[in-house]
């Protein structure tokens, strides 16, 4: 018997007696089943095709080679099992009039996911969470369990999470039935896999987007932003992106304009072009709203395509805080939802993409929402209200770009940075960060669960605003003070030492600015640590752009949660403080001030606008050459490097290290084979021609290094090269294996300088033929 989903409920109507739109239950692969009570959600987010799944029948349950599901006859709940028979979820109750499905999960059962819930939390057990998107939280509802299964909700409106004593239950506020995924992996790579089969797999970004970027709110002409790039420049530290923020358009009654309006961005084309010139790429601010004296406004109201919705800004007076309300900015939000609002939200952005713009920050995609009505939730929208598609919002703002740029292709790839993602957005050429977050140590601890329960959901690119991005607090000195603060100099130092392991490494802030020299000179000890960090991002480019094509070609993630790769170790189940940054690296970040007073400010976690400073001495002086300790966990199941002193420990201990302030603790795997290129300016400026191999013994490993032209999507019809490197820790020997593949401009030879823990070195030439080197 092969699967048919109506085949599928028929069988299920002549066993039970349901009508036969009851229950629906169709296997779109042996590991994936999707369940439909009532009417279905037309979806946004499944690109995936069932496939013919071989199915079994006996009694009430339905099996394929790796699940079970078994209807209950009186209840009409399910139960998902192996195919051994393994229970892995059971249903408790639904009402399907109120779009409620409760499930029953194990005492001491783990679950990950969700979205970025700014709670400092990995499990969420025990939660209770109204999902809508917002500033600094958003939801994907995707779920995973420590058991090696996952679940989406497939449901656009808000909605409701609960685990209690009574069960795990989600509640949407729309809908006319209840509509899931259940998908079995066997693990949280597993999961992933299965969720990125349902809604895409993910593009490849450019390689220079991988290189240290550069932004602030708000570099106010066209000569200040140019002039960061001539500075880095000059300082020679390491710079591929600068942003340039809003209100390059003028003033809020002309919002999102999507062109150089502002007397002092008089020829945005050349201000791209030299920024070009001097091997830096450009990414602009754009909005899912517009100023009603915008051509977009116009066009838009004209066809009914705004919502009334009260978004950012709200005053038309750019210049005062808090908004003057007597001036109302007149600001709506289009309806991303249709297609034809889409079509002319490119219409207009292109003029950008002709000037030369590489890279969109898409702000405000939740979207800002602001004393919201229930009128507002009633509005009607492209394919239903806005309270049906809701959380869906900042997928369809994103997807219209890519696929706009996509067929006006230029050879260049699409990168997209959001403030908000939902399910399926990975498959959309977007990175999403975090949102407005105070600078403050409590917000950095919780961006490392935030991007992992990110990552968990099947979206990998996540970053955030390094140093956070509103730090008025520390201006103790006068306005724009901060950097010359000693404790958000700390602060910032150790969040740029978290960014260095997140897929864009970007400076960005209010209230003071963040480039280089304003935290002091070359060979002061704050301006030498980020100095440090920035080079060593470019070092790490190898390893970071082969995990990028593992992200790409096999359903890999940069930000790993411990338990993806030691789920047998339970101390690491709920562990916040560290992670795997792709196979290799364990990042151990430090989250918590050792030179000064910690300052404490409370943000409100929906719009992140409301702070409130609550606690904290004033920290006058810090001696950032002192050496001090920190202690961290070092998971069971593997040997492990400190990546700074080659000193290797034992798994399933903490070890107590000593740190410095320019330094990071991160340690890597035995069996690992780390591959490091040469400091440079920016990306391109140097061949790959000398790769430092760095070899960690202790067991067999595999390591594949991937290379393409570094944009454009040629690497799509297998335009690239790989090779293939393992060490064999028994024989203490070294294959490199023959290139794989071509691409125009690629190495024809190179050297690998091979390098032990031990400071052992041997240098070997390249050709592109197979090697075994003996060590």
């Given at each position: 018997m092969k699967r048919s989903f109506l085949a599928i409920a028929a069988c299920l109507t002549a066993l039970v007696g349901f009508a036969q739109d009851d229950v629906k239950i169709e296997f779109f692969t042996p590991s994936i089943v999707h369940i439909v009570k009532g009417q279905p959600t037309k979806t946004l987010v499944i690109t995936a095709k069932p496939q013919e799944v071989a199915v079994t029948r006996k009694d009430n349950t339905i099996s394929s080679s790796e699940l079970s599901v078994r209807l209950d006859p009186t209840t009409k709940c399910i139960t998902f099992s192996t195919a051994k028979g393994k229970v892995l979820l059971r249903e408790k109750r639904c009402d399907v009039s109120k779009v409620s499905q409760t499930f029953t999960l194990e005492k001491d059962e783990a679950i990950y996911g969700l979205g970025t819930i700014q709670n400092g939390k990995m499990n969420r057990r025990g939660e209770t969470k109204r999902m809508e998107q917002s500033n600094l939280e958003d939801f994907q509802s995707v779920l995973q369990s420590i058991k090696g299964w996952g679940l989406y909700w497939e449901n656009y409106s808000p909605t409701l999470f609960e685990d209690n004593a009574s069960g795990m239950t989600f509640t949407s506020e729309a809908g006319e039935g209840i509509d899931y995924y259940f998908m079995y992996g066997g693990s949280a790579d597993g999961v992933i896999a299965q969720m990125r089969h349902l809604s895409g797999d993910v593009p490849m970004f450019p390689l220079w987007t991988y290189g240290f970027w550069q932004s602030k709110e708000r570099y106010k002409t066209a000569a200040e932003t140019e002039g960061i790039v001539d500075k880095y420049r000059e300082l020679q530290v390491p710079l591929d992106g600068i942003i340039q923020d809003w209100q390059y358009w003028g003033s809020n009654?002309?919002?999102?304009?999507?062109?150089?309006?502002?007397?002092?961005?008089?020829?945005?084309?050349?201000?791209?072009?030299?920024?070009?010139?001097?091997?830096?790429?450009?990414?602009?601010?754009?909005?899912?709203?517009?100023?009603?004296?915008?051509?977009?406004?116009?066009?838009?109201?004209?066809?009914?395509?705004?919502?009334?919705?009260?978004?950012?800004?709200?005053?038309?007076?750019?210049?005062?805080?808090?908004?003057?309300?007597?001036?109302?900015?007149?600001?709506?939000?289009?309806?991303?939802?249709?297609?034809?609002?889409?079509?002319?939200?490119?219409?207009?952005?292109?003029?950008?993409?002709?000037?030369?713009?590489?890279?969109?920050?898409?702000?405000?995609?939740?979207?800002?929402?602001?004393?919201?009505?229930?009128?507002?939730?009633?509005?009607?929208?492209?394919?239903?209200?806005?309270?049906?598609?809701?959380?869906?919002?900042?997928?369809?703002?994103?997807?219209?770009?890519?696929?706009?740029?996509?067929?006006?292709?230029?050879?260049?790839?699409?990168?997209?940075?959001?403030?908000?993602?939902?399910?399926?957005?990975?498959?959309?050429?977007?990175?999403?960060?975090?949102?407005?977050?105070?600078?403050?140590?409590?917000?950095?601890?919780?961006?490392?669960?935030?991007?992992?329960?990110?990552?968990?959901?099947?979206?990998?690119?996540?970053?955030?605003?390094?140093?956070?991005?509103?730090?008025?607090?520390?201006?103790?000195?006068?306005?724009?003070?901060?950097?010359?603060?000693?404790?958000?100099?700390?602060?910032?130092?150790?969040?740029?030492?978290?960014?260095?392991?997140?897929?864009?490494?970007?400076?960005?802030?209010?209230?003071?600015?963040?480039?280089?020299?304003?935290?002091?000179?070359?060979?002061?000890?704050?301006?030498?640590?980020?100095?440090?960090?920035?080079?060593?991002?470019?070092?790490?480019?190898?390893?970071?752009?082969?995990?990028?094509?593992?992200?790409?070609?096999?359903?890999?993630?940069?930000?790993?949660?411990?338990?993806?790769?030691?789920?047998?170790?339970?101390?690491?189940?709920?562990?916040?403080?560290?992670?795997?940054?792709?196979?290799?690296?364990?990042?151990?970040?430090?989250?918590?001030?050792?030179?000064?007073?910690?300052?404490?400010?409370?943000?409100?976690?929906?719009?992140?606008?409301?702070?409130?400073?609550?606690?904290?001495?004033?920290?006058?002086?810090?001696?950032?050459?002192?050496?001090?300790?920190?202690?961290?966990?070092l998971p069971k199941g593997a040997t492990w490097y400190d990546f700074w002193t080659g000193q290797s420990y034992r798994g399933g201990q903490s070890v107590t290290l000593e740190t410095t302030f320019n330094r990071v603790p991160m340690f890597v795997r035995a069996g690992s084979i780390l591959p490091l290129g040469p400091e440079m300016q920016y990306v391109g400026e140097k061949p790959w021609d000398n790769l430092e191999l760095r070899i960690y013994p202790g067991a067999d490993g595999d390591f594949l290094l991937y290379e393409d032209e570094g944009d454009g999507y040629n690497y799509e019809k297998g335009v690239y090269t790989t090779i293939a490197l393992h060490w064999d820790n028994r024989q203490r020997t070294l294959t490199i294996g023959a290139r794989q593949g071509s691409y125009p401009g690629m190495l024809t030879s190179r050297t690998f300088t091979i390098v032990l823990p031990d400071g052992q070195k041997t240098t070997v030439s390249y050709d592109g033929t197979a090697k075994q080197i003996a060590l």
């Open positions: 009654y002309l919002w999102n304009a999507m062109d150089f309006l502002s007397e002092d961005f008089q020829n945005g084309r050349q201000l791209i072009q030299n920024v070009h010139q001097k091997h830096a790429h450009f990414m602009i601010s754009i909005w899912a709203s517009f100023g009603p004296q915008t051509q977009q406004f116009r066009e838009l109201n004209e066809k009914g395509l705004l919502l009334p919705i009260e978004t950012w800004p709200q005053s038309g007076i750019s210049h005062i805080w808090p908004p003057v309300m007597e001036y109302p900015s007149g600001v709506k939000v289009y309806d991303a939802f249709s297609p034809e609002a889409r079509a002319i939200y490119w219409k207009h952005l292109k003029r950008l993409y002709d000037y030369g713009t590489d890279a969109w920050w898409m702000d405000s995609t939740d979207p800002d929402f602001f004393n919201p009505r229930e009128s507002d939730y009633q509005h009607k929208v492209y394919g239903g209200t806005w309270r049906s598609q809701r959380n869906a919002f900042p997928l369809e703002t994103v997807r219209g770009i890519y696929q706009a740029q996509r067929k006006d292709d230029r050879g260049k790839r699409v990168f997209i940075m959001t403030r908000s993602s939902f399910a399926g957005q990975q498959h959309y050429g977007s990175n999403m960060w975090s949102g407005d977050v105070a600078s403050s140590w409590d917000m950095l601890r919780k961006q490392v669960p935030a991007g992992l329960s990110f990552s968990l959901t099947g979206n990998p690119n996540f970053n955030t605003d390094i140093g956070g991005f509103f730090c008025g607090s520390y201006n103790t000195r006068g306005a724009g003070s901060a950097p010359m603060n000693p404790q958000f100099q700390e602060l910032y130092v150790r969040w740029m030492q978290y960014g260095l392991f997140c897929p864009v490494f970007r400076s960005h802030g209010a209230d003071a600015p963040r480039e280089i020299w304003q935290f002091g000179e070359k060979g002061s000890p704050v301006y030498d640590a980020i100095e440090e960090m920035i080079r060593l991002r470019y070092r790490l480019l190898p390893y970071l752009y082969s995990t990028a094509w593992q992200v790409t070609s096999n359903n890999g993630s940069y930000l790993r949660p411990l338990f993806s790769d030691f789920a047998a170790d339970k101390k690491v189940w709920d562990m916040t403080d560290e992670f795997m940054f792709g196979r290799s690296i364990l990042a151990a970040p430090i989250l918590d001030p050792q030179y000064t007073a910690e300052k404490i400010i409370r943000e409100d976690a929906m719009t992140g606008w409301d702070r409130k400073e609550v606690a904290g001495e004033l920290t006058t002086q810090a001696d950032f050459t002192a050496t001090k300790t920190a202690t961290k966990y």
